[in-house]
């Protein structure tokens, strides 16, 4: 019954690799959770600095690396890289602005 449940919310384990795959097309409770809860959770406890009460996921040469081996396309993170390198007055918000617009447009989503 639980099974039934998640493949019906449609997240998918990729059972090589042990990451969590989500489909473009979410389940509309997925999304509100997306939009509404994760997001804004990320933004201020993740992505925002240390100095503000957040982790600073980017703030670091090697949190931005780490972050950036999330994305698992090498040509992806070479390209994101380089261009947070060139930005370094950043903040994290705006190099996860950048990754996402990247990302976007390598896969053409919405």
């Keep these: ?3 039934a449940v998640a493949e ?3 997240p998918k384990l990729n059972a090589a690799t042990g990451r969590l795959t ?3 097309d979410l389940h509309p409770s997925m999304e509100k959770a997306l939009t509404q809860e994760l997001h804004p959770f990320f933004k201020k406890s993740i992505l ?3 100095a503000d009460g957040g982790f600073g996921m980017t703030d670091t040469p090697e949190r931005r690396e780490k972050m950036l081996g999330l994305l ?3 040509s992806l ?5 380089a261009k947070w390198e060139r930005h370094t007055e950043w903040t994290g918000m705006q190099r996860w ?3 996402t617009k990247e990302i976007q447009a390598q ?3 919405r």
């Design 1 to 3: 019954m639980r099974s």
């Design 107 to 109: 896969y053409k989503m």
């Design 97 to 99: 602005e950048h990754m």
């Design 22 to 24: 989500v489909g473009r």
């Design 48 to 50: 925002a600095p240390e």
């Design 8 to 10: 019906y919310l449609n």
């Design 72 to 74: 698992g396309d090498e």
């Design 77 to 81: 993170q070479a390209k994101v890289a």
